[in-house]
């Protein structure tokens, strides 16, 4: 009953990056135009798709998009490492 699952691996990443990026906006938002608010502030954004980041499939009569968009902060990513970290002690 004390293994690690999959799913809750992948439950506390993405919980991680949610509250990493939440508390780097909050942070950056506070801070005035400086070196530290564009460090915060500043993303990374790889997308998938064809047409304007998307895929779109024209049949005609109904037209399907599609598209998938990630966006990185480094507090996200420091959210991300804190939340692995605590996974590993976790019982």
């Given at each position: 009953?004390?293994?690690?699952?999959?799913?809750t691996?992948?439950l506390v990443?993405?919980?991680?990056?949610?509250?990493?990026?939440?508390l780097?906006q909050?942070?950056g938002?506070?801070?005035p135009?400086?070196?530290?608010?564009t460090?915060?502030?500043?993303s990374y954004s790889?997308?998938?798709?064809f047409?304007?980041?998307?895929?779109?499939?024209?049949?005609?009569?109904?037209?399907i998009?599609?598209?998938l968009?990630?966006?990185?902060?480094i507090?996200?990513?420091?959210?991300l490492?804190?939340?692995?970290?605590?996974?590993?002690?976790?019982k």
């Amino acid at each position: 009953m004390n293994e690690k699952s999959l799913g809750t691996l992948v439950l506390v990443v993405v919980v991680g990056l949610i509250i990493g990026s939440v508390l780097g906006q909050v942070v950056g938002n506070l801070l005035p135009d400086s070196t530290p608010r564009t460090f915060l502030l500043g993303s990374y954004s790889p997308s998938f798709g064809f047409d304007n980041d998307t895929f779109l499939i024209d049949l005609y009569v109904i037209k399907i998009k599609m598209g998938l968009k990630f966006t990185f902060n480094i507090m996200g990513l420091i959210g991300l490492a804190i939340s692995v970290y605590l996974f590993r002690w976790y019982k």
